[in-house]
């Protein structure tokens, strides 16, 4: 048969594109979670500096538990994942935009 050689054939640079996906993937996901862990890192609470200094403690307590910096790591590993995500799919570029084209690509007017 004449199929079985052309299959064959193609297998190799299949498997190269695979596994080329899949390192650009675990690639994503490394470097997100470094970026994740030293912004996790660094000096300050997000609260406090959303509040100022006068915030009382509860008020400060509160808003953390608002913003989730309550939770576990991992927890907010997986919001934060999540929502870089959906900030991806409803940016207007994207291509599963709600947004229609037309105001996508119209010019802004004077």
Not at 38 to 55: K, M, N, R, T, Y
Request: proline share 9%.
């Amino acid at each position: 048969m004449s199929g079985a050689p052309a299959m064959s054939r193609w297998r190799g640079p299949l498997r190269l594109i695979v596994k080329r996906i899949g390192l650009a993937f675990l690639t994503l996901f490394l470097v997100s979670l470094v970026i994740f862990t030293i912004s996790g890192l660094l000096p300050g609470d997000a609260a406090q500096e959303v509040l100022g200094q006068s915030a009382t403690p509860e008020q400060v307590a509160a808003l953390r538990h608002e913003m989730g910096l309550d939770q576990p790591g991992p927890v907010r590993y997986a919001r934060w994942l999540q929502g870089i995500l959906v900030a991806i799919r409803a940016s207007p570029l994207s291509p599963t935009s709600r947004s229609p084209i037309s105001s996508r690509n119209a010019c802004p007017t004077r």
